[in-house]
Structure formats: C-alpha cells, structure tokens
C-alpha cells in the first residue's frame, strides 16, 4: 500500500502532475506527432527507435550529422530526422532548409564510459525534440531513466556523471539538461519561436555518420525524394569540421567553430544582441566580429581585458578569456556547458595568435 502510493507519487514528480495531458498520435506504427502541441510523457510513445538503447532509429527515421557540432561537456550526440511519408523539404542556400509539418528533429546525447574505447558502452543521459507542428516547432528534453525509456523534462535537470577521457584521466560532471525555456535562448530569434540550428545545407553537406552507408546527407535525401529544389551538387555550400585541418583553413575553421557554438545568439535578432559582437559566418564587419572591439560593460565579464580579439594577442583577448571559463557570469556560451573545451580554445587561440595587425 505505501509502496503503492511512493510509486504513485514517484511517477507525478517524474511527469509533473496527473493533471497535464498527455499526447494524442495518430494511431498505428509508425513516428507521429501531436499536432496540438501536447508532447509525449514518455519519448517511447513517439515510435521513433526500434531499440531505445541501441539508438536504432525505426524506419523512416534517419541519422544524420553536422560538420561542426556544438560542444556540450564531451557528450556525444546521435541525431535523427523524421519527415512524414510524402511530405518534401525545400531547399535553401544558407538559411535553415524549410521542414515540413510533421517533422521530428531528434539528438540524443550520451556519455561513453571510456573515450577511448567506444565497445565499452556509453551511458545516455537525454533526447531533446524539436517538432515541426502545424505553425510552429516546438522543443522538449527526454531524461533516461532505469526504466529504460526516457521521460519528459520540462524543467531540465543535473545529471551526475564520470567516464575516463581521451588521456586516460577520470572526469566528472553535473550535467545539464536545458528546460523548455532555455530552448529559445539558443534556437529563436527575438526570444519568440523556436527554429532548428543544425538544418542548413552548410552543416549538412558531408557523409552521413559512422555505419549509415551514406556517402552524402544532402544527396541522399535528394535521392529519397525528400529535399526538393536543390541545385547542382557542386553548388552545395559545405562548412569545414573545426577540429579536421583537411578540411578548411584555420581561419574557416575558426569561423565555423563560432557559427555554431557562438553565432546562435551573437547575431542582430538573438540574446546576444545588445553586446554587439555579432558572430555569423556571413558577418564580414571586423569590430562586431570582435577584432579591437571593446566590451559594453567592463568588469569581471572582461577579465580585465580591453578587446574581445586583440590580433596576435590570445591572452589578451576577451573572447578566449570566457571561453577559458567556467564562472557562470563570465562562461561563453552562457548556456549549455560546465566544462572548458579544450580542443576549442586551442583552436580560437591558434587563430588570434594567427591573425595580423594590432589594437593601439
Ligand atoms: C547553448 C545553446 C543551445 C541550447 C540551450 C539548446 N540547443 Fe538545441 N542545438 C543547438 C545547436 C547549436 C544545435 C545544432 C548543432 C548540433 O546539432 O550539434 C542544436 C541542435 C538541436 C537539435 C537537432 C536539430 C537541429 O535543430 O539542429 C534538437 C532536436 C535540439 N537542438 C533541441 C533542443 C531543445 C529541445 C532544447 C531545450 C530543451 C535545446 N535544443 C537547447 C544549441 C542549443
Ligand atoms: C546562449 C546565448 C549565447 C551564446 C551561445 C554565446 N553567448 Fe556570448 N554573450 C551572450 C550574452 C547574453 C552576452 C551579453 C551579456 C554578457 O556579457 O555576459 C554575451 C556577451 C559576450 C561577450 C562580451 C561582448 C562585449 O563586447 O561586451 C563575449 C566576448 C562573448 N559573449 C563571447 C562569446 C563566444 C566566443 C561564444 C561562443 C564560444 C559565445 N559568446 C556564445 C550570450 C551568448
């Protein structure tokens, strides 16, 4: 009986109250949204994975990668696209493709227990939605739990974790799953409505991940019949790896790098917009890219530091100060991370060290 009513209590913690609905598919076996907007309790309800687990996607439902991904305290990320049968994809050089209702945007994120040797397993810690309803996208985080399913989290959460690292060395972290509002702080313009980050032809255009068997994301949906109005393959803006030095210039890969870890909200529609370092790729404005650019506001955020890029000067440079730290009103991104990202820095310090000319 007590045992009972724990349970019982548990589970209203778990889903935040008997008293929210939840979702309504449409019947039968294949993925499907709520198009009121209601989310699934529980991430199995949406038949999106034929073994939960393993990841393995139910069919019509793709993996797929981003050149450059964003760093979030070493977990790794496996992402999947749903488009509803018949529906179509528009083409778009630079801006995110147009999705179609019904999609569902899914990533996973997960820990491997030892970075070293990927056989030894890896522990998963959340799937984050983004669903495409009938007029606009929608987005939750899914924590696992020792159900082995994972259940809505609409109030994020701090999950304790440990694995060895690359070197060897045992790491820890209190990471941490966004709540629904912090969503928008990365994915929506103005603080209004949410839009998919990783969906641009630029992050898309490379083989699909590892085991998929698809040589190129973009072709691939061309060849399915899912990306319409597409030009020429040799037309395909293609974003380098940050961290592959085959593949881009240090300053390209630099660029792409902050594109996805930075630009998000470092742009003239995001929360970043009163700081006036505006970081897109298409920004060509050396100040509001941060060269000689002084801070709006001075104090501990700046480290004492009087530019956010001093040219040939990384330790003078704001910019690699907050990306160096983990001080919750210093930290850049603001959101998203606990740890410093090592290879990053290196890779921001290489090209300020790199870039000519000088502040004074
Ligand atoms: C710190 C910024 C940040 C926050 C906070 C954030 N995201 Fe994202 N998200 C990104 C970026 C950048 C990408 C694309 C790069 C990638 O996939 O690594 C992305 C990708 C995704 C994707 C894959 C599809 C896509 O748009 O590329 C989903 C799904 C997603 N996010 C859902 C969410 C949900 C739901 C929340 C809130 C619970 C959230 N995100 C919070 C930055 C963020
Ligand atoms: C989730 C949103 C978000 C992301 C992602 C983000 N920032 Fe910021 N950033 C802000 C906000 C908001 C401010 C203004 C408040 C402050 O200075 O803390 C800011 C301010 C700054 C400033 C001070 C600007 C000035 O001149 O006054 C620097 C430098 C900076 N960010 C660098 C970065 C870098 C580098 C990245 C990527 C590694 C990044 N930010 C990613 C939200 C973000």
Redesign the pocket.
Known sequence: MRRALLAALAALAACGGEDQPDCVLPPGGEPAIDPSGTFCRTLSEYRLFEDLAAQRPAAGVIPYDVNTPLFSDYADKTRFIFVPPGATIGWRDDDALALPEGTVLVKTFAYAHDRRDPALGRRLLETRLLVRGPDKWTGAAYVYDDTGDAHLAAAGATLDATWIHDDGAQLANAYGVPNKNQCK??HAEHDKVLDTLGWKARHLNRPGPEGSGIANQLQDLVDRGVLAGAPPADMWPRAPDAMDPSTGTLDARARAW?DI??A???NERG??R????FLELAATDQTAL?IC?P???AGN?SGGRKY?IVPGRPDES??LF??ESTKSEIK????GRNLVYAEGAALIRAWIAAMPGTCD
Do not use: D, F, Q, W
Request: proline share 10%; with cysteine.
């Open positions: 702080n990365c902050i870890n930075c998000n909200c470092h929360p970043a009163t700081s006036g370092l941060g650019k801070p709006v506001a955020g956010a704001i910019m907050r990306i850049m991104p603001e959101l």
